[in-house]
């Protein structure tokens, strides 16, 4: 009975220390998108992940070399497929906050964890559940309300930002499908390179190399790619060997939060109370997503 007790306390101090790093890995997301405002203005996106690829990759590799270079062919051609898709979604992820605000961008991008049910339904060619169809009814309620959060209307970067969430949709399908039986530090080091790669070829080749731009906003792109980019990739994954698919879903519906909070602080984004409301049916949406497994 007693090594029985001992086992619960130690399987619930590792339940505990799951959530904390579920939402650390929440914080630091939304503490990336605050930060990739607030340099959107002087910094191209593709400068922003190359700088962010970079420093993650190398997070990673300084947290388990043996097994990052333990690469085989397989590894290689899974890392590059979901970096390049990664790549586009962070890319469009990035340069919506050009032309949206970080706290719609927030709300908007956390879309992809109902995006990936319904797509899974269309997939396999079945009828949708009534949950799934509960859950899109209330995220476009919300899209409607949100879309004034801040005083405006939905435009061009509200679009930019769905459009990352439906890609960071296909990117969780894919590593589904391809990534179960690969390791996650060796796949998580091969996805973050390629992504580093891609951002460098289109950073010098299309835009030309900005060192002048990198090195003014050096430390929030450090924060952003050390905490925001590769200790989130080592908690999320951490964590995920512990805690339930629909805990770890639900904790990190924390980020646009996050994002909120962190945008009204830093940036001095109005808050409107109807785009608030629209905010919450979203996060609601989700919440049903994940608890009914839609």
């Not at 949950?131 to 899109?136: A, E, H, K, L, N």
Request: glycine residues 10%.
């Amino acid at each position: 009975m007693r090594d029985l007790a001992v086992s619960s306390k130690i399987d619930r101090g590792k339940l505990t220390s799951a959530y904390l790093l579920l939402f650390l890995t929440a914080f630091g997301w939304g503490l990336s998108t605050v930060l990739g405002k607030m340099m959107i203005g002087s910094i191209t996106p593709t400068h922003i992940l190359m700088v962010r690829a970079w420093v993650a990759a190398l997070v990673i590799f300084c947290a388990s070399p043996g097994k990052v270079l333990a690469v085989k062919k397989g590894d290689l051609t899974a890392g590059l497929l979901l970096g390049l898709i990664l790549f586009f979604s962070y890319y469009l992820g990035i340069a919506s906050l050009k032309y949206t605000t970080a706290s719609k961008a927030g709300f908007l991008m956390a879309l992809s964890l109902l995006f990936v049910p319904s797509a899974e339904t269309l997939l396999k060619r079945r009828l949708p559940s009534r949950w799934i169809v509960f859950s899109v009814f209330l995220s476009l309620l919300g899209l409607r309300l949100i879309s004034g959060i801040n005083g405006g209307s939905f435009n061009y970067g509200d679009l930019l930002a769905v459009g990352s969430a439906g890609l960071y949709a296909l990117y969780t399908i894919v590593m589904d499908r391809i990534g179960k039986n690969k390791d996650d530090y060796l796949l998580s080091f091969i996805l973050l390179l390629v992504l580093a790669v891609a951002a460098t070829c289109g950073a010098v080749g299309f835009e030309g190399f900005n060192y002048t731009g990198i090195k003014e906003n050096i430390y929030p792109l450090l924060l952003m790619g050390v905490v925001g980019t590769g200790l989130a990739t080592l908690f999320q994954t951490k964590a995920q060997k512990t805690a339930s698919s629909e805990s770890v879903g639900i904790i990190l519906l924390a980020e646009p939060l996050f994002t909120l909070i962190f945008a009204a602080i830093f940036l001095h984004e109005t808050i409107y109370f109807s785009g608030l409301m629209g905010g919450i049916l979203i996060l609601l949406s989700l919440v049903v997503a994940v608890v009914k497994k839609v």
